[in-house]
């Protein structure tokens, strides 16, 4: 049974880099029809896909970020990892890693997710 | 503001059936198949339902969901107090290349 569990620095100032990093037990991030995701949630607000990063290592991000935003593979096989630079308070949310089970554009799902970590990011 | 719109909110009383909708366009819920996610404070979300209408292995068979055109449904029957939490929908954008959400609805169990 795979798991994912977040981990990083939670409190940033604004300007800095954020640096998480998902560990994930039970499989490998190298192998499957998986997309290994970030997506955050500001609070009391929606679910926003921050980007993703498929097995062989393309990485895609959501535009409105794609400047910020770069997601890697671990030098291991179960990590993967997010940067997001020039941060400020509006990056302030819980950020959470999935695995998105992708067989086609029109089948995929995340399952399962992280438990989640808050990023804070203020002066 | 969520590229697939659901209501803020539903309410309904226990064993009775509520339904929560989900609409977007033809670029994701018009060229794919949705999701569906119950929220737990604090904690993760958890899959509930997968394309459009396939429940994981666990969820009980009172969680259904539907797909017709560019919105999505997901409908709950038999009511329980432990059902008061939070849902939201997603499903794949051919235009964002990427997963769009919406925007959760709570449930409230009156």
């Known amino acids: 049974q795979v798991q994912l569990q977040e981990s990083g620095p939670g409190l940033l100032k604004p300007s800095q880099t954020l640096s998480l990093t998902c560990n994930v037990s039970?499989?490998?991030?190298?192998?499957?029809?998986?997309?290994w995701s970030w997506i955050r949630q500001p609070a009391g607000k929606g679910l926003e896909w921050i980007g993703h990063?498929?097995?062989?290592?393309?990485?895609n991000c959501n535009p409105s970020l794609k400047s910020r935003v770069a997601i890697s593979l671990g030098t291991s096989n179960n990590q993967f990892s997010l940067k997001l630079s020039s941060v400020t308070a509006t990056d302030t949310a819980v950020y959470y890693c999935?695995?998105?089970?992708?067989?086609?554009?029109?089948?995929?799902?995340?399952?399962?997710w992280g438990q989640g970590t808050l990023v804070t990011v203020s002066s | 503001q969520s590229v697939l719109t659901q209501p803020p909110s539903a309410s309904e009383t226990p064993g009775q059936r509520v339904i929560i909708s989900c609409s977007g366009s033809?670029?994701?819920?018009?060229?794919?198949?949705v999701n569906w996610y119950q929220q737990l404070p604090g904690t993760a979300p958890k899959l509930l339902i997968y394309?459009?209408?396939q429940r994981p292995s666990g969820v009980p068979d009172r969680f259904s969901g539907s797909k017709s055109g560019t919105s999505a449904a997901l409908a709950i029957s038999g009511l329980q107090s432990e059902d008061e939490t939070d849902y939201f929908c997603t499903t794949w954008d051919d235009s964002l290349n990427g997963v769009v959400f919406g925007g959760g609805t709570k449930l409230t169990v009156l």
């Open positions: 394309s459009n209408n």
């Open positions: 039970g499989g490998s991030v190298r192998s499957g029809n998986y997309y």
């Open positions: 990063i498929y097995t062989n290592g393309s990485a």
């Open positions: 033809n670029s994701n819920i018009g060229s794919g198949t």
């Open positions: 999935a695995r998105l089970i992708y067989y086609d554009s029109k089948y995929n799902w995340f399952d399962p």
